[in-house]
């Protein structure tokens, strides 16, 4: 069964930094592409960014809203997806979601991690 | 960038057939997926490529897409389909290469 358990959510300062993290299982994370997606309060949907498999290249891409604010990076030894968020502003605040790519879709979703940028 | 758009809400009674729209340009061109959301969970997906269903999810769920409009059909609703739904796709021209709809509340009345 797969499994995405993110962890590293809560509350920090407008121009803080926090780094999420997402512990997978039931597959071959080696071989997977993974994404980020969020969601506001109350609000829809939006993709964060993604990383393809190291055998694919392990490139990463960004929205503008996040690019160059945030970062995605991969620790295949131990099955782990992480988000490193910089320069945080208070439109960040939502909950994010660990997911696997497909590649064109989001087949798997973590249960989210509610990140809060509030001074 | 690509926009998706979806009606704020649908109402449908038990056993009904419930309809939600994704519209965008061109739209038929595109592979449509869509996200089922109940209250206080995390999406998952009831339809990829348009019209495949993952393991596990009732053939009550359907897809369509053609011209500028794809379409999520739930046959015979039941109580437990109320939830958001939200179309997806993947656009190579876009900023955001992974673009949602605005989402759709399903209500079973």
């Known amino acids: 069964e797969v499994q995405l358990v993110e962890s590293g959510g809560g509350l920090v300062k407008p121009g803080g930094s926090l780094r999420l993290s997402c512990a997978a299982s039931g597959f071959t994370f080696s071989n997977a592409w993974m994404s980020w997606v969020r969601q506001a309060p109350g609000k829809g949907l939006e993709w964060v960014g993604r990383i393809k498999s190291k055998i694919d290249g392990g490139t990463t891409d960004y929205p503008a809203p996040v690019k160059d604010r945030f970062t995605i990076s991969r620790d295949d030894s131990k099955n782990t997806l992480y988000l490193q968020m910089n320069s945080l502003k208070t439109e960040d605040t939502a909950v994010y979601y660990c997911?696997?790519?497909?590649?064109?879709?989001?087949?798997?979703w973590g249960q989210g991690t509610l990140v809060t940028v509030s001074s | 960038s690509y926009v998706l758009t979806q009606p704020p809400s649908v109402s449908v009674a038990p056993g009904k057939t419930a309809r939600i729209t994704c519209g965008g340009n061109?739209?038929?061109?595109?592979?449509v997926h869509w996200y089922q959301q109940k209250p206080g969970q995390a999406p998952m997906l009831v339809i990829y490529y348009n019209s495949d269903r993952p393991s596990g999810i009732p053939e009550r769920f359907s897809g369509s897409n053609s011209g500028n409009t794809a379409t999520l059909t739930i046959s015979r609703v039941e109580a437990g389909d109320e939830a958001d739904y939200y179309c997806?796709?993947?656009?190579?021209?876009?900023?955001?290469?992974?673009?949602f709809g605005t989402g759709t509340k399903v209500t079973v009345l």
């Open positions: 061109n739209i038929g061109s595109k592979s």
């Open positions: 997806q796709v993947w656009d190579s021209s876009s900023d955001h290469l992974y673009v």
């Open positions: 997911t696997t790519l497909s590649p064109y879709y989001f087949d798997y």
